[in-house]
């Protein structure tokens, strides 16, 4: 499942993808540029809680939380300006 969205970063709008994707935990979601697939921010269920959040939640509202958090602590911006990619918890 893939969510794209836009984003204003400096002043201008850009487009982003957010996927649901496997890894060392059993779910995680993967934000990335839409233009080149670049991943920018790795948002993990990691701990008992947020593993379980992930199990039980809509696949669809577990990206828009996701899209939401790294919205809402700047990560995106982040990422572009450091290179490096964020990780976080769900």
Known sequence: MIQSFEQTIGGNPMQFCASLGE??????VIISRADSAETLVILDASGFISAIKAEIEDPEKLIANAISKVRNEGLIE?????????????
């Open 78 to 90: 982040r990422a572009l300006d450091t290179g490096t990619i964020q990780e976080t918890a769900l």
């Open 23 to 28: 890894g060392p935990t059993p779910h995680r």
